[in-house]
């Protein structure tokens, strides 16, 4: 059985990730609410928020994680090549709010989305308040592709991405691998495996390593 949360229970009462179910995989906990408080407890013990619209909020802990180690990432020759000559330019919170509402539209491939109205104000608060930060890639003025999530100290917890050119996402997540946010990132989080990501260089690590790995940077982060 998993964990029923209530709106007005204490943001950081959720259950240990190892109650996750087998089936569907990673399945934590249900309902409670997007506060900023409840989002940074939950990311700080390797939960995150995914539902559908009409559901409660369902809250995730796989195991195995998918996760990108920055050194392991792929620099494909279209992407090196990309980067080289068409005219990218990266940024960090340039525009927040658009790459967020460019993740939120429909697709070709899923017209529907996961970011619903109540996850769209979380994540701009989480960003109001310094925790949530894009990675952008624009050029002539428009904004082109880029990812948003989650960072605390250095382990970035990915959301989402977007591209309305070939390359676009790969170089912002490129520039995030490259530069950070105010310092080198040690993990990216990617919670679910991807033929995307894989290209690009993620894998699955066990649940226990991912958690293990998320504590000790945080730790390293307030010595």
């Known amino acids: 059985m998993i964990a ?3 709106p007005g229970d204490p943001p950081d009462n ?4 190892e109650r996750a179910l087998r089936e569907p995989p990673g399945l934590l906990a249900a309902g409670g609410d997007l506060s900023s408080a409840r989002l940074i407890a939950a990311y700080r013990r390797g939960i995150f928020p995914w539902y559908s619209p009409g559901q409660p ?3 995730w802990s796989p195991d195995p994680r998918e996760v990108l180690f920055p050194e392991e990432f792929h ?3 279209s992407l090196v090549r990309s980067l080289r000559t068409r005219g990218f330019e990266y940024h960090l919170d340039r525009n927040f709010e658009a790459v967020l509402r460019a993740c939120a539209a429909p697709r070709s491939h899923s017209p529907g989305t996961w970011i619903t109205p109540e996850m769209h104000a979380a994540y701009l608060e989480l960003h109001r308040r310094g925790f949530a930060h894009s990675a952008e890639i624009w050029r002539d003025g428009e904004l082109l592709g880029g990812v948003y999530g989650v960072q605390l ?3 970035y ?3 989402s991405m977007f591209s309305l050119e070939a390359d676009a996402s790969k170089a912002a997540l490129e520039g995030l691998v490259r530069g950070g946010l105010g310092g080198p990132l040690s993990l990216i989080d990617c919670q679910m495996p991807s033929p995307h990501l894989r290209s690009l260089g993620s894998r699955a690590i066990p649940r226990s390593e991912f958690v293990a790995r998320l ?4 730790q ?3 010595s």
């Open 220 to 222: 390293l982060d307030q």
């Open 14 to 17: 959720f259950p240990p990730v």
């Open 4 to 6: 029923w949360l209530a």
């Open 157 to 159: 917890f990915g959301e």
């Open 153 to 155: 100290g250095r382990v």
């Open 75 to 77: 620099r494909s020759r």
């Open 215 to 218: 504590t000790a940077a945080l």
């Open 57 to 59: 909020v369902l809250w």
